[in-house]
């Protein structure tokens, strides 16, 4: 994506603040930062699915890396690094804390959809509470296309279809929409379907029911119709095609909430 993108006006300095103050709060109850808001899930939860489900030995490359708050846990792995963020106020920040490591290989403005890299160049990689922002079809393609066979991809996302009482869910939807912050919902089965159609393993899908159960590590297995959040970890296959479109600009349960009003 051409540095004319307009969607980084959006990923400013005020954007910034707003996700260091919403990760500084997390674990710590309830939101002071979007008042009556579930927290945020903070560094801890990912080690512990970083932990649970490994990387392979090598390089791993983060998507939306902001200031590098996961770097540590991708470090404690033994990895190199490499990592992208479309937001300059996010890579001057990340490059301020972290340029010099001797395993961070580079930190870049870029986007999800148009990654700086050469086919097969990582052997993980990983992309956290950001894939929602983006072109899901597109940024999706781009994580197989500069990973390797066997690669190990962590990502999250929302589902399109939460709970009809999920008023957390619904509110944060709706305050995206007046914010014109960028925010896709996932078909997720739909999907999972087309990566396992193009032969990658799906080795996890951990459904979070409710807004604010990430924070908790809340999360049922199997393929529950109805969720809000979810991590996906696949090994990749040998594949690397384009996908149909399988995100939507709103969620099923808004549009129906929508319509009942
Ligand atoms: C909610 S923050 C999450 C950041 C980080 N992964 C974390 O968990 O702290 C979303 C990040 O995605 C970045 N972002 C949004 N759209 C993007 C895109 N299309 N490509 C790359 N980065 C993007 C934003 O600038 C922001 O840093």
Redesign the pocket.
Known sequence: MSEEDP?KQY?NDS?YRY?KSR?DEAGVGSSKVIEGDANTEGDEIYREFFERFGFNPGSVL?????WG??FPLYLEHGLRLSA????AA?VDAARESWLGHERIDSISE????SLPFGDGTFDNLAC???FD??FQNR?LREFLRVTRPGARIFFTGKHDHYHDDDTAALDAEAGARRKNH?NYFTDTLYMLALLKAQGHRVDALLCFPRRGDFAKADFVTGSPERFYEYLVVLTRGEACEFFPEFSRAHSRTFLAASSNE
């Open positions: 969607r990923w954007y996700w990760v983060e998507v939306g890396c902001a708050r996961m992208v963020d479309i937001s996010m870029s986007s999800a959809e956290i509470a950001t922002a983006t940024a960028p």
